[in-house]
């Protein structure tokens, strides 16, 4: 009996590095299994991803397209976290221009697998065309829930089959609501999601049994295709080049082995919140009057930024 044939997998992800970064992780364990990665992004988002270990660095490939300028998207932005929140639909208007490249790159390559986001609903019938996956299904193309108020999502759906609590809050809904709409992009997130799941195969889910496995038998039964569990995909254990930033983190863990369990408060609102200088101040000085310890993690502003940070 012969070698198996090594696989080749392309994984192409939405612009936002809470994307990019996990399927990172997933494609360091595919290559740790010996297959053949190609890791479709953009020039800028790539240079910013952590190093690929040495090991691994001859299984996964970086495939670099380039954005088209985009009205409305400042020169240079290539993730979400290039751009104030209202501006990210221009940038899904950008990464449509995409397609062209894209097919190209799977039609020379021929990849066996092609794992992609929920943002590039062109990309099943492109896949369709190539022999990759299956004609689409129009369910949840447009969506199926006749949920359309924000109070409608504050409790646990009526196809939810079992006793659960899961639900929105009420400014979690309104939020929500939002993916419900067509934006500048031209199309709605619903829309985009609804069209990928719709074309795939198998839907990869960033969970494990462990956590939700009702959940993910759910998944599976309403779409007709297998809802696989991938574990969390945590970043892996990287080594510190930067011996400053090994220091600082030393004595931050010499803080927290100090403190009683459960004490510490964390404080991060992801890499796409952008608030003012004003509002940064007024977090901090409540955070000093709590009196509670606490930990907070925030990017430093770049020197040429405007009025506004990250946290």
Not at 4 to 25: D, M, R, S
């Given at each position: 009996?012969?070698?198996?044939?090594?696989?080749?997998?392309?994984?192409?992800?939405?612009?936002?590095?809470?994307?990019?970064?996990?399927?990172?992780?997933l494609s360091k364990l595919i290559a740790q299994k010996g297959?053949?990665?190609?890791?479709?992004?953009?020039?800028?988002?790539?240079?910013?991803?952590?190093?690929?270990?040495?090991?691994?660095?001859?299984?996964?490939?970086?495939?670099?397209?380039?954005?088209?300028?985009?009205?409305?998207?400042?020169?240079?932005?290539?993730?979400?976290?290039?751009?104030?929140?209202?501006?990210?639909?221009?940038?899904?208007?950008?990464?449509?221009?995409?397609?062209?490249?894209?097919?190209?790159?799977?039609?020379?390559?021929?990849?066996?697998?092609?794992?992609?986001?929920?943002?590039?609903?062109?990309?099943?019938?492109?896949?369709?065309?190539?022999?990759?996956?299956?004609?689409?299904?129009?369910?949840?193309?447009?969506?199926?829930?006749?949920?359309?108020?924000?109070?409608?999502?504050?409790?646990?759906?009526?196809?939810?089959?079992?006793?659960?609590?899961?639900?929105?809050?009420?400014?979690?809904?309104?939020?929500?609501?939002?993916?419900?709409?067509?934006?500048p992009s031209g199309l709605s997130d619903l829309y985009r999601?609804?069209?990928?799941?719709?074309?795939?195969?198998?839907?990869?889910?960033?969970?494990?049994?462990?956590?939700?496995?009702?959940?993910?038998?759910?998944?599976?039964?309403?779409?007709?295709?297998?809802?696989?569990?991938?574990?969390?995909?945590?970043?892996?254990?990287?080594?510190?080049?930067?011996?400053?930033?090994?220091?600082?983190?030393?004595?931050?863990?010499?803080?927290?082995?100090?403190?009683?369990?459960?004490?510490?408060?964390?404080?991060?609102f992801g890499s796409e919140l952008t608030i003012s200088q004003?509002?940064?101040?007024?977090?901090?000085?409540?955070?000093?009057?709590?009196?509670?310890?606490?930990?907070?993690?925030?990017?430093?502003?770049?020197?040429?930024?405007?009025?506004?940070?990250?946290?």
């Open positions: 009996m012969g070698e198996p044939k090594q696989l080749h997998v392309a994984v192409f992800p939405w612009l936002a590095f809470g994307h990019l970064i996990p399927y990172l992780e297959q053949q990665v190609s890791f479709i992004s953009t020039p800028r988002n790539i240079q910013r991803l952590p190093k690929i270990p040495p090991n691994l660095a001859q299984n996964i490939n970086f495939v670099i397209l380039n954005l088209s300028p985009t009205e409305n998207l400042p020169p240079k932005a290539e993730a979400t976290a290039d751009v104030p929140f209202h501006t990210i639909p221009y940038l899904k208007r950008a990464f449509d221009g995409l397609q062209d490249s894209l097919a190209h790159f799977l039609e020379t390559s021929k990849p066996d697998w092609v794992i992609c986001d929920f943002a590039p609903h062109w990309l099943p019938p492109i896949t369709t065309r190539l022999g990759f996956f299956g004609p689409s299904s129009q369910v949840m193309i447009n969506g199926d829930d006749p949920r359309t108020l924000p109070e409608h999502f504050t409790v646990s759906p009526e196809w939810v089959p079992f006793p659960s609590k899961i639900a929105f809050r009420l400014h979690e809904a309104k939020r929500f609501l939002d993916h419900f709409e067509v934006n999601f609804g069209s990928v799941i719709a074309g795939s195969d198998a839907i990869f889910i960033r969970s494990c049994m462990e956590l939700e496995a009702d959940f993910l038998r759910l998944v599976a039964e309403i779409h007709g295709k297998p809802a696989i569990p991938l574990g969390i995909l945590p970043p892996s254990s990287a080594v510190v080049a930067d011996a400053q930033e090994e220091d600082a983190w030393l004595t931050i863990n010499e803080w927290l082995e100090k403190q009683n369990e459960g004490s510490v408060v964390y404080v991060a004003e509002q940064l101040n007024e977090l901090a000085l409540g955070m000093e009057l709590s009196g509670l310890p606490f930990l907070w993690a925030l990017r430093k502003r770049p020197a040429d930024s405007a009025e506004g940070e990250s946290c």
